[in-house]
């Protein structure tokens, strides 16, 4: 990372984090970035001091930020905020994750003419709104115009030449090289249908993989593989005469025939994998598991202390496949380049999407007898295993062991046809609220433990990690550089900061924490929330204290980069690692705190729901 922008990342600390640089191009460098507040990625674009000291590229720069803030359109990307800080001039735009259209056809090669249906209609209606707004883009290339992977859409960026409809035009020629529409060569003031002209090229290229010539005008309506509709419509766009084309960018997008995308999830596919696959047969090694603790306890009591072994073997040999699965499925995905924290990450949102899930389908008012027959199972089996303890206790008195064996064995049967009961009417054999409570917590125990921790540092592969991505939170981009920063470190410097991940991890922790402790705030409260003046308030302290977390961790990460950057002084990193200590306890007593506030107040609740006795 460039240490020209250190200063600025320092100044925006708390607001924005920085996490590693997108491009760089004539009028500045894109940086990814993370909001900390909304918990979003966004892309902060800087004009280096050298270019700033130049008139006319920052007013190009400012001129981009004007332009495109004043619009608001899907297929724009948007300008949240345009400043300067630490002498750098920068805008912050919403983050589309995905290539551009000129990286795609770099890399992969012309696009499909469905795929490009849609890019061609997304970006006609942008341009659309836009020449609706009294503005001419006047650079459509493949280079600007961005691929959203999550959603699929085609958007727009770039306003840096755009200019306002009909005006004259001075000087040189602007645009792209092989882009720029015919009347825009003769200087003739450029209208939507300039834009148009050049979003022809762009289809012509991106199906053909050749820019057009005026011999090759014709060649896209002509092929076999293209549609009437798209091949017209290129070539329409394509025509010398602004006349021939198109009217308005409507027109053209009445003309394209396309379908729309399908919105994808926002993780990756690896990580869904590894949270959500489930073990095969896993009901039979829960059924074998359990025979064998209840054969553990019979053999131990009833044989000797010595014959326990085999029990215990009984209870442990089915455990074994259900680990080897997990196993070969975690290092299948550290291998794929992803962190611990990624996993972690992976199976809290899993974990949270099968709770919704199980909220919305669950039916409400359910009749009191399916509620009492979705419990027999799980009782049944209790019974059963408590009628076993006792068997292996009681067996020199035989007319207590009869006893117990028919209570064992009516428990069984009464079992078995409960759930075969349920089983017909589609009822779960296990009761919703405690499925709500045992679903992924094995697994979260183990991959949170330090069991977790030591098998994750063995299954890894000795390489670095996939780079930053939009599906982490912001705390763990940080957690992640800062683990990253401080490997590379000599063995000095880690010595002297050894405490350093320990705490990073820690308040990465907190952050997550705080994040969902907003979160049940914002739901308990629903539409009311600003109106009550306790959940506003607990609302705000808690985004505070998130504020204040992730700004530690930024401290540390920006301390960690100075040393890289040559700064022998340990004294700023060293005083980021107390600050970032101070701000984990406090943190810890505020969410220690509330809990102990909600519990009190679910007790009065409770009372208050309890009848009063006679």
Not at 423 to 440: D, E, F, N, Q, V
Not at 466 to 476: I, S
Not at 594 to 610: D, H, I, M
Request: with cysteine.
């Amino acid at each position: 990372m460039d240490t020209e922008f250190l200063p600025l990342q320092d100044a925006l600390a708390g607001e924005y984090s920085f996490e590693r640089e997108l491009g760089r191009g004539g009028m500045g460098v894109v940086y990814l970035a993370r909001d900390v507040q909304l918990d979003r990625p966004v892309a902060i674009k800087l004009l280096p001091s050298a270019l700033a000291a130049r008139d006319d590229v920052r007013a190009r720069f400012l001129r981009e930020a004007r332009t495109a803030a004043g619009l608001s359109h899907p297929n724009i990307v948007p300008i949240h905020r345009v400043g300067e800080l630490a002498g750098i001039p920068f805008f912050v735009m919403t983050f589309v994750e995905g290539p551009t259209l000129g990286e795609r056809l770099r890399e992969r090669g012309p696009v499909s003419p469905s795929a490009l249906s849609q890019i061609l209609r997304d970006v006609a209606q942008a341009l659309g709104y836009a020449h609706s707004r009294g503005i001419v883009h006047r650079d459509v290339k493949p280079d600007n115009i961005l691929l959203d992977t999550a959603t699929g859409r085609a958007m727009v960026t770039d306003f840096g030449i755009a200019a306002v409809l009909g005006e004259s035009r001075e000087g040189p020629v602007s645009g792209t090289v092989g882009f720029i529409s015919p009347e825009q060569l003769l200087g003739v003031p450029a209208d939507g249908r300039s834009d148009l002209y050049s979003l022809g090229v762009v289809g012509h290229l991106a199906l053909t993989g050749t820019l057009p010539d005026r011999e090759a005008r014709t060649a896209v309506s002509s092929a076999s593989e293209v549609s009437p509709s798209l091949g017209t419509a290129i070539d329409r766009c394509l025509s010398a005469d602004p006349g021939q084309r198109f009217a308005d960018a409507e027109a053209l997008v009445a003309a394209l025939d396309t379908s729309r995308a399908v919105a994808r999830s926002n993780l990756p596919p690896e990580l869904r994998a590894w949270a959500s696959d489930q073990v095969p047969m896993l009901p039979l090694y829960g059924f074998l598991g359990f025979t064998g603790l209840v054969s553990a306890i019979i053999v131990s009591m009833s044989i000797g202390s010595y014959a326990a072994f085999l029990g215990v073997g009984m209870v442990v040999l089915p455990a074994i496949p259900v680990l080897v699965f997990q196993l070969r499925k975690t290092m299948r995905a550290l291998a794929a380049g992803y962190r611990l924290s990624d996993l972690r990450f992976a199976l809290r949102t899993w974990r949270a999407e099968q709770l919704a899930e199980i909220d919305r389908t669950t039916a409400r008012g359910e009749k009191l007898w399916v509620r009492i027959t979705s419990r027999i199972p799980i009782l049944s089996a209790v019974v059963s295993l408590s009628a076993a303890t006792a068997i292996a206790i009681l067996t020199p008195q035989q007319g207590l062991v009869t006893a117990v064996l028919l209570v064992g064995q009516l428990a069984t049967f009464a079992g078995v046809a409960s759930a075969a009961m349920l089983s017909t009417l589609g009822k779960p054999m296990i009761p919703t609220s405690l499925y709500r409570r045992a679903i992924g917590v094995a697994r979260g125990w183990l991959w949170n433990s330090r069991v977790g921790n030591w098998l994750a540092e063995r299954l890894a592969p000795k390489r670095g990690g996939v780079p930053l991505a939009a599906f982490r939170p912001t705390e763990m981009a940080l957690e992640v550089a800062i683990d990253d920063l401080f490997a590379a470190l000599p063995d000095p410097y880690r010595e002297s900061l050894r405490d350093l991940p320990a705490i990073a991890r820690r308040l990465t922790a907190r952050a997550t924490e705080l994040r969902e402790t907003i979160a049940t705030v914002t739901t308990a409260g629903g539409a009311s929330i600003d109106a009550d003046p306790a959940l506003s308030k607990a609302k705000g302290a808690t985004a505070l204290r998130l504020t204040e977390t992730v700004t530690a961790l930024e401290r540390l990460r920006i301390g960690l980069l100075r040393l890289h950057a040559g700064v022998a002084d340990l004294q700023p990193v060293t005083t980021a690692l107390e600050a970032a200590r101070a701000i984990d306890l406090d943190v810890k007593r505020l969410v220690d705190g509330q809990a102990e506030v909600s519990g009190v107040r679910r007790a009065l609740s409770f009372e208050r729901r309890s009848p009063s006795p006679a």
